[in-house]
Each structure stands twice: as structure tokens, then as C-alpha cells.
């Protein structure tokens, strides 16, 4: 596979309803940072208001989605370091 065309240091997240996987871009390529797993989807309430003919399986990824999109939230407002 060919160099990515990504700045350094780049922060990508694949996922699907069921997990996430997260790299960095690192010298080109990319670097398996950590995966993120749903756990226990009950605790976290429901993504928002369903429409009654929603699956149980498609309220918990849509839950998972919304868990994803508060993390990606939290990443990107914390306080640069300063070093």
C-alpha cells in the first residue's frame, strides 16, 4: 500500500455498529491506535427518539454512533498540551 497523503499525525476513526477502530497517520502510513467497543449500551440511554419500527439492534448501533460522536467531541476540545 502507497504512503497516505494525510499530515502527520492525523487522528482516523473506522467504525461500524459494533466497533471502532482508531489509527494515526504515522511516517505515511497508518498506526493501529486502539479500538472502542460499545460495552454495555443500556446504561448509556437511547441515541434519541426512534421511530417505532427501529430494531433493537438498530437503536444500539445508533447509541454506539452517539457514544463515537461525544468521544470524537471530547478529542477534539481538549486543552492542547503545552510542552
Partial sequence: ???LNFPEE???VVATGREAKTFYVRSG???HDGDWTPG???DQGPSGKSPPEQSARESME??????IAEQLY???HKAPTSG
Fill in 1 to 3: 500500500m502507497g504512503n
Fill in 10 to 12: 492525523t487522528f482516523v
Fill in 29 to 31: 502510513s497508518l498506526e
Fill in 40 to 42: 454495555d449500551l443500556a
Fill in 62 to 67: 445508533a447509541t454506539f454512533s452517539k457514544i
Fill in 74 to 76: 471530547d478529542l477534539a
